[in-house]
């Protein structure tokens, strides 16, 4: 599995140790369905960090939506550790009970990264450099928090179903953005979202 993730030991050590306490705390609460843990390296982990990769040079503050489990934001922590060790993650979870598994993990991990117990929509703009959100809202709703959070010349990483097509049309109803579709590794009807430049038409 390590050498297929492409990452180093001590990354995949914490790695393994996230996924062991996501596991744990899901049989208590709702972090991940009970179907996809049984598959929880390929549907989360890997597509997590799939969505780190996608950002060639990430650097000072990324913003993770709506992180529930941490997913990606707690494996875009785990990699920053050793790849991006000056970035600091921003989880933003309202969720009381995933806020607390969220800090958690951060603890005992010692990860760079903190958690906002709030809603999106309260937070004052967070200037971010990457925003990012899996399985949070459309992609509609998603650019309007990208456009309050991101920096000026930030960038937004959007992880999408097999609609992702039918969201991009929506939303440019709405919106102008520039957009870099990368097909996932997971999930060959879904991609990933890459966006800036967001401005309201």
Not at 65 to 80: K, M, R, T
Not at 135 to 162: C, M, P, Q, V
Request: hydrophobic fraction near 45%.
């Amino acid at each position: 599995m390590m050498r297929s993730l492409n990452v180093s030991r001590e990354t995949y050590e914490k790695l393994q140790r996230y996924v062991d306490l996501l596991l744990a705390w899901t049989a208590k609460i709702n972090l991940i369905s009970k179907k996809s843990a049984s598959d929880v390296w390929h549907r989360h982990i890997i597509d997590s960090i799939q969505v780190f990769q996608s950002i060639e040079h990430p650097s000072k503050t990324w913003l993770d939506l709506g992180s529930g489990g941490g997913l990606p934001g707690l494996v875009v922590a785990i990699l920053a550790t050793e790849a991006s060790p000056e970035m600091k993650t921003v989880l933003v979870e309202s969720d009381l009970r995933k806020a607390a598994f969220l800090r958690n993990v951060i603890r005992k991990l010692d990860l760079h990264a903190t958690v906002m117990s709030e809603r999106i929509e309260n937070l004052d703009p967070l200037k971010a450099n990457v925003v990012s959100a899996r399985a949070l809202a459309d992609l509609d709703t998603l650019l309007s928090f990208a456009n309050l959070h991101l920096a000026y010349d930030g960038t937004a990483i959007f992880s999408k179903g097999e609609k992702w097509q039918k969201e991009v049309d929506k939303a440019r109803e709405s919106w102008r953005f520039d957009l870099d579709v990368i097909q996932s590794k997971t999930d060959p009807m879904a991609a990933i979202l890459k966006i800036g430049g967001i401005s309201r038409v």
